[in-house]
């Protein structure tokens, strides 16, 4: 069974639709919580970072992370046809030593239709 | 543009050849990450470089290696390639100033490489 599991779409909605996005995982060392956007044929870029359970907003995006459910959610508002990618959910933990290993989710593409 | 470079952008090779993939990280990072990402495993953490020094390591194989510089810029060495190398290669930095991680990993454009 995967550290991180993600539903891997593809989820295709109409222009406008609120989009959830959702990981689940079991390795419950993890700590902090985020959010990539890859686009086709592009390294992924950082949507959203979080580290305590509860929400965080940032524009039309906001990010739930419940840690007692092992759960974590991508919400998008009004959601656009540019917002059409694959979105990858990554957790950490601190690692003895230091070091950062972000273990993804495999990804889930939504396709946002006019 | 999130500042990485990565070359180069295609890579096509034989199996049992050796390839070098070159990352140069944003300026002023100190930390630089390797990803492999293919279709059936996703995106794989393979080896952190923390100013010079291996930080953390991830499921990279024994024909993987990898280094960075005094300049800070990496280099991935794929050896005795096999079919099932063929993949995305992506190098991240971040500042992780204080070497203890959780900065934020920006990503490069990739490598992407196919083993005939």
């Known amino acids: 069974q995967k550290e991180v599991e993600q539903d891997p779409g593809p989820l295709s909605v109409p222009e406008g639709a609120i989009v959830s996005l959702n990981c689940t995982y079991s390795n419950s060392a993890f700590q902090y919580f985020m959010w990539y956007r890859q686009y086709s044929r592009k390294g992924p870029e950082l949507l959203m970072y979080t580290y305590s359970s509860g929400n965080k907003e940032d524009g039309r995006f906001t990010a739930q992370v419940d840690k007692s459910s092992k759960y974590i959610s991508l919400f998008i508002r009004d959601s656009q046809p540019s917002d059409s990618a694959t979105y990858l959910c990554?957790?950490?933990?601190?690692?003895?030593?230091?070091?950062?290993?972000?273990?993804f989710g495999t990804g889930t593409q939504l396709k946002v239709e006019l | 543009d999130s500042g990485v470079t990565q070359t180069p952008k295609h890579l096509i090779t034989a199996t049992g050849q050796r390839v070098t993939l070159r990352c140069s990280p944003r300026?002023?990072?100190?930390?630089v990450y390797w990803y492999q990402q293919s279709l059936d495993q996703g995106l794989q953490f393979l080896i952190q470089?923390?100013?010079?020094?291996?930080?953390a390591k991830g499921n990279i194989l024994e024909r993987f290696s990898a280094q960075q510089f005094p300049d800070l810029h990496s280099e991935l060495n794929l050896s005795s390639l096999e079919l099932g190398d063929s993949a995305l290669y992506f190098c991240?930095?971040?500042?992780?100033?204080?070497?203890?991680?959780?900065?934020?990993?920006?990503f490069g454009p990739g490598t992407r490489l196919t083993v005939l």
């Open positions: 990554a957790m950490t933990d601190i690692l003895t030593g230091g070091g950062n290993k972000l273990t």
């Open positions: 300026s002023g990072d100190l930390s």
């Open positions: 991240a930095s971040s500042g992780d100033r204080a070497g203890v991680g959780l900065d934020t990993q920006y």
């Open positions: 470089y923390y100013n010079g020094e291996e930080r």
